[in-house]
């Protein structure tokens, strides 16, 4: 960074007699060189008229021979990554030149690498990075046009589910909610029905394994679907990653990742990526991307490349962790149902024909009536109460409060997200450990059980005919 500010003092100084113009350029010099010097003693990021520096330098062709401004930005990228992501503001000039400058910006990002890692990764034409899975979701539905249907699969995440119907049916995209797995009801609401003005869909929309109730979408079966009526698949791949399934090998169009999970893997950034198969879908999702804005900074990239080196060591211990805990919780006497693809009878080979390897790290379980769920995620200790998943860290939360609020109840309860279903995002912790865990919050969840019912009349309840139902 010295080598820089170094570099423009020289310039600015060799250039002294010039005038207005180099007094310009020694200012902005010295506001930057402030700048840096202020961020170094607060830790904070810089904000100094550089675009308007770099402007009045190529205006009046004060630029050394062979330099432009693109290779001085590079550099303070390569130097100093925070730098470069808010250096280059726009000095209140007209808006074309904030226009440039976020194109500009955008041109140089070194996400470019992090974009081309996760295209290789899921064998795709290209690759997308932004600052969230929903950025990445928000930009991918924005390829589409008013009066457009997507079809959506019923059981998805809660954000995305809010953002179709809560956000894009406000600007005419038109969505239909149908249960992916059932082939039929798909095929019936991609084609429409246009006698009755219900054109084709223009996309189907849906997650590898639904969210939280972990059914297999067969992602073959769905994309040809989707293809033969001319529309795209989409398919958001966050719970299994390119390392369990490549969607677009097995026929989608387009894959969306929150990489806040799995592919970053500790809890320490927002990011999401997208892969698309083609170079026509590479350009329109590349516009929504560069005029939306929605794109990951540098030290996030780099935060997400280095969870991706990782991710199969992580995601093998996840899924030993999470079939441990599912094995564990099918026999507890607490437990009514378990939902994790992994368990016997569930069966490898019905996951290897929907072209799955693993059945990934999350499970979900609904607690007996009368426990309260919120008795056993209270008293967890080494599983954290948060949404999230795909950390290293095991999590548990409560679908109906948290990851799925957004859905009206009776929705929820037709796709079986019941009130006392919890869900885990099992870590790669000892798997003992996090049996203990669960074990230990049960057995509290138990005795509340027990204490609420102290004066409820087991004898009377029997004699008089009422039945009762004894856990
Ligand atoms: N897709 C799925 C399947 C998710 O579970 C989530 C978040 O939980 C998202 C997308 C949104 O991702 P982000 O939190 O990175 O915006």
């Known amino acids: 960074m010295h080598h820089f500010i170094n570099f423009f003092m020289h310039f600015v100084e060799h250039r002294a007699q010039r005038g207005p113009v180099e007094t310009h350029c020694r200012a902005a010099a010295l506001d930057f060189m402030r700048a840096h010097q202020r961020r170094q003693a607060m830790g904070n990021i810089v904000q100094c008229r550089m675009l308007g520096f770099f402007r009045s330098l190529r205006a009046f062709d004060l630029l050394p021979a062979g330099q432009d401004f693109r290779a001085i930005a590079r550099r303070c990228l390569a130097e100093d990554m925070r730098v470069a992501t808010l250096q280059l503001v726009a ?82 995209i038109l969505v239909e909610a149908v249960d992916t797995q059932d082939i039929a009801a798909l095929e019936a609401a991609v084609k429409g029905d246009r006698a009755n003005g219900i054109v ?29 009526f001319g529309a795209l698949s989409i398919v958001d791949n966050t719970f299994v990653t390119p390392y369990l399934q490549k969607p677009l090998a097995l026929g989608a169009d387009v894959v969306i990742h929150s990489a806040t999970k799995y592919l970053a893997g500790h809890s320490d950034v927002n990011a999401g990526l997208v892969v698309v198969s083609g170079e026509d879908l590479a350009s329109r999702v590349y516009f929504a991307q560069n005029r939306l804005g929605g794109v990951l900074a540098p030290a996030e990239c780099d935060a997400v490349r280095r ?165």
């Open 200 to 228: 084709p869909a223009q996309a189907v929309y849906f997650e590898t394994l639904t969210n939280p109730l972990l059914k297999v979408n067969d992602v073959r079966a769905i994309s040809t679907v989707a293809h033969r």
């Open 307 to 471: 969870g991706i080196q990782t991710l199969a060591l992580r995601m093998d211990r996840q899924q030993e962790n999470a079939n441990a805990i599912a094995r564990y919780l099918l026999v507890h006497p607490l437990v009514k149902a378990v939902h994790y693809p992994g368990l016997p009878g569930a069966g490898d080979q019905r996951l290897a024909a929907k072209g799955l390897k693993g059945a990934g790290g999350v499970l979900s379980f609904e607690v007996v009536p009368g426990v309260d769920p919120a008795d056993v995620l209270n008293n967890l200790h080494l599983f954290r109460l948060a949404v999230s998943l795909g950390a290293v860290e095991s999590l548990a939360e409560l679908p109906c409060r948290m990851t799925h609020f957004e859905l009206p109840r009776e929705e929820r309860l037709k796709i079986g997200i019941t009130d006392e279903l919890v869900r885990l995002a099992v870590g790669i912790e000892d798997a003992n450990d996090l049996i203990e865990d669960l074990g230990q919050a049960f057995d509290i969840a138990y005795a509340r059980y027990i204490d609420r019912h102290a004066d409820f009349d087991v004898f009377q309840q029997l004699t008089s005919g009422g039945g009762v139902c004894l856990i």
């Open 91 to 172: 000095d209140g000039g007209a808006d074309i030149v904030k226009v440039k400058a976020s194109l500009f910006l955008r041109h140089l990002r070194i996400e470019h690498h992090l974009e081309q890692q996760i295209a290789q990764l899921e064998q795709g034409t290209r690759g997308f990075a932004f600052a969230s899975g929903l950025a990445a979701i928000h930009a991918v539905l924005s390829i589409f046009k008013p009066g457009d249907r997507i079809v959506v699969g019923d059981n998805i995440y809660g954000g995305s589910y809010s953002q179709l119907n809560e956000f894009f049916t406000r600007w005419g």
